[in-house]
């Protein structure tokens, strides 16, 4: 029995004061089918085709990103950090990759 996780960024962030209080920190994502794919999309499946060296269109992506999170514990002017991770797959081959900043 298994247990996997992936941690695009292995840190203590507060997501709670994020949404426009002026502390930062905000996360949104986006879930991409073959159906619906977008630039986004594309542009993933370009990445994963030029970098990996083989043809790659996907049948499902997840992008995440957590854009100006700060730190649990911080002071007036907290450290901000954004990040991305996106996951996908083609139904035969899944990667996933981390961006920063984004």
Known sequence: NYSF???PFWADINIQH???TGRGGEI?????S???QQTLGLEVDS???TYFSQTYLSNWTLVVQWKDVVPYSYDENPPKNSFQAILTTNGISSFYVFTYPC
């Open 18 to 20: 994020g949404g426009g």
């Open 28 to 32: 949104v994502y986006a879930v991409l």
């Open 34 to 36: 073959k159906e619906d």
């Open 5 to 7: 996780i992936v941690a």
């Open 47 to 49: 990445f994963i085709s």
